[in-house]
């Protein structure tokens, strides 16, 4: 039978959700929690491959489980698990849906502070830029809808078959004081680092490091630029993962993408 797993995790203490020799990752944590409560190895695979130290207040992943079990696993999982990382839901599912290559949209959401809080620091990515200009940044944003080829913003664009992403969703939102800064998006697949290279180049519109034209240069050309200077990862969360049969409001509430905060469009 396989099973949809809708869970949430911090990730600053891990290195991405995939597997990988010598490093701690979410898949690893989670599968040797599964086969310690099934006794038996549980191979999981998940909607996407979040970086290291990158959020994710939204993620599902599926695993193919044959044995019958009465027990809660839902329970067992959660108190097996560390208190970084969260299990909402176990849901059967007909025939062999695929968690990653059935998400028809990924929502990610990128949070800034301009003032030091020692409360946000694992949250939010901290600049110390209280000058930043708002309305470039909005403008910068704004295109990102317009163009589809994303091969400027990718660490390494000749490794995938094409660059291109639906990009259906871009805002940019402030609170009321205008110390935190969200970064909204939305797409049908996302590139290797590619929102936090997208973030890098709108700080720099921000500080006046980088003009709209220059911005836009990188979406009309398409070549990567000598420098990329992806922002921080901790301030980015994968926040909402869509399927066509599968649709669930995230369950989080702390820093999620319309809670935490009175967040305004800019």
């Given amino acids: 039978m396989r099973y949809f797993f809708h869970i949430a995790y911090q990730g600053q203490h891990y290195n991405g959700w995939q597997k990988q020799p010598g490093a ?45 079990f009465d027990f809660d696993l839902l329970y067992r999982l959660n108190k097996a698990l560390p208190q ?39 949250q939010s990515s901290f600049y110390l830029a209280p000058q930043l200009d708002l309305q470039k940044m909005k403008a910068a944003v704004n295109l990102l809808p317009q163009y589809k080829d994303y091969r400027a ?4 664009p000749n490794k995938y078959e094409h660059t291109i ?18 970064f909204h998006i939305a797409s049908n697949r996302f590139l290797s680092k590619m929102i936090r290279i997208l973030m890098g180049k709108i700080l720099k519109t921000g500080l006046g490091e980088l003009s709209l034209d220059e911005f836009e240069s990188l979406l009309i050309n398409l070549q990567t630029p000598k ?29 999620h993408s319309t809670q935490g905060t009175d967040w305004i469009s800019v």
């Fill in 84 to 122: 970084n990382i969260a299990v909402f839901d176990i849901i059967p599912m007909e025939g062999l849906p695929h968690a990653r290559f059935d998400a028809v949209q990924r929502r990610y959401d990128y949070f800034i502070h301009t003032y030091k809080d020692p409360f946000l620091s694992n």
């Fill in 153 to 156: 913003f990718c660490t390494q």
């Fill in 165 to 182: 992403c639906n990009v259906m969703e871009a805002d940019l939102f402030v609170n009321e004081k205008g110390d935190r800064i969200r």
């Fill in 24 to 68: 701690i990752s979410v898949q690893a944590v989670i599968e040797k929690a599964l086969e310690k409560i099934l006794k038996q190895p549980v191979p999981i695979i998940g909607c996407g491959r979040t970086d290291a130290h990158v959020h994710a207040s939204q993620f599902f992943f599926h695993a193919d489980i044959d044995q019958l």
């Fill in 227 to 255: 420098t990329l200077d992806p922002a921080h990862p901790t301030g980015l969360y994968l926040s909402k993962v869509t399927y066509p049969y599968l649709n669930l409001p995230p369950r989080t509430e702390f820093l």
